[in-house]
């Protein structure tokens, strides 16, 4: 079990968190949204129901290998934000994700919420790299990306198939003195 608690205070409206049991109503109200899913890995389900709820968060309350956090803005739950930390000749570098209900959307959230995670990971665990992967139907996701100083580092062409269709990846990275 993951005893740590933190309250990571990124302004006056927002912060993140570790997740807690009682996340599973918001987790449900802005992740049961297919448009969010079509921005994500298939590991995140759709429809998002409460069993996926009560899972994800003994999952990220349980497991300790990667990054967890609740994005939590004017006191409510609205999206996560993570790191996959990497191994064998990866051990140094870290996969970020991040998604937030389409409610908050275009409002800069994202944006602050990357700054303040990548400080995080790069200040609590010893890593030299963030990558992060975007999906060809997530410009606004690599507009974050580079606002945060992202470097996109190249296309994968066709390397995912979601939604019945093979589909090109984006790739950007930051390292820890960038």
């Known amino acids: 079990m993951n005893n740590k608690q933190i309250n990571i205070k990124i302004d006056d409206e927002l912060y993140f968190r570790f997740f807690e049991p009682g996340d599973e109503e918001n987790l449900i109200k802005y992740g049961n949204n297919r448009l969010i899913w079509k921005k994500m890995r298939d590991s995140f389900p759709n429809p998002y129901t409460k069993k996926d709820a009560t899972r994800w968060i003994r999952f990220s ?45 275009g409002k800069g959230i994202a944006t602050r919420v990357v700054k303040a995670a990548v400080k995080y990971i790069f200040d609590n665990y010893k890593i030299n790299r963030l990558l992060a992967i975007t999906f060809p139907n997530n410009p606004a996701s690599n507009k974050v990306l580079l606002n945060n100083g992202f470097i996109k580092e190249g296309t994968l062409r066709k390397a995912a198939f979601k939604d019945c269709f093979f589909i090109d990846l984006e790739s950007f990275g930051i390292l820890e003195n960038e």
């Open 61 to 105: 309350t349980e497991e300790s290998r990667h990054v967890h956090l609740a994005i939590i803005y004017k006191n409510e739950l609205i999206g996560a934000v993570g790191a996959e930390l990497k191994d064998d000749i990866y051990k140094y570098s870290a996969e970020l994700g991040y998604w937030l209900g389409e409610p908050f959307w």
